[in-house]
């Protein structure tokens, strides 16, 4: 398939030779076969292409893993009681000045209906490549877009990861309805590259749904 070709091509040489290396060139390339990180991973390629390779000082160099600290569970039960309600704004304050992050139980959300929206991401990308291919774009205003690093073309390290993006301002839909969908596929070179790099989100307040692989770091207290 000569999707394969194009995205194998994509693997770098030796990473100390640099003279004949072009990453406008390289993203063009990797852009044009609409495929995706998840594209080069079904090609098969076993090494990170450079324009996805992070530099030593933006990856992160934790310490082990400790048990000592625990992530602030809100207890949603009762919200519709204004007592309750109360107590539940000042723990979510609390977690949010402490932590800056915290999880949600007894929210209301069908375990079903969590695991089916997981479930349909990876539907999309265990699809046929070429019906994938048929959602990649750069468009902002397109409705529904596949694409692999919204900033691709302009930043200077990529991350390892695709996305699926809805858009309906415009329509009947709540604009916040249907979530950014964010995959990570198999990374060959893990400790060469991010799928998401360190920051801050823009918003007041970010709902994630993970599924059962892990990779999420929180920095707490500037420390931990």
């Known amino acids: 398939m000569e999707l394969t070709s194009s995205v194998r091509k994509l693997a770098p040489g030796d990473p100390g030779v640099e003279l004949d290396y072009d990453r406008d060139k390289e993203v063009k390339e990797f852009d044009e076969t609409k495929a995706g990180i998840n594209g080069l991973v079904d090609s098969g390629v076993t090494k990170v292409p450079r324009f996805l390779i992070h530099p030593p000082e933006s990856l992160p160099m934790l310490p082990p893993a400790t048990t000592q600290f625990e992530v602030p569970v809100i207890d949603l039960q009762g919200f519709e009681q204004s007592c309750r309600r109360k107590e539940i704004v000042d723990e979510i304050c609390k977690a949010s000045e402490t932590w800056g992050f915290f999880q949600m139980i007894n929210h209301g959300v069908p375990v079903s209906v969590l695991d089916k929206m997981l479930e349909a991401v990876r539907q999309f990308h265990d699809q046929p490549k070429k019906e994938e291919m048929e959602w990649y774009s750069r468009d902002f205003m397109q409705k529904v877009k596949y694409y692999s690093n919204m900033d691709l073309l302009v930043s200077k390290q990529a991350s390892w990861r695709d996305s699926i993006a809805f858009n309906f301002e415009d329509g009947p839909l709540n604009p916040e309805a ?21 920051h801050v989100d823009p918003s007041s307040l970010t709902l994630l749904l993970q599924d059962n692989i892990g990779g999420l770091q929180v920095l707490q207290c500037k420390e931990h």
């Open 178 to 198: 249907l979530p950014l969908v964010i995959y990570y596929p198999l990374c060959p070179e893990p400790e060469l590259t991010l799928g998401t790099a360190k």
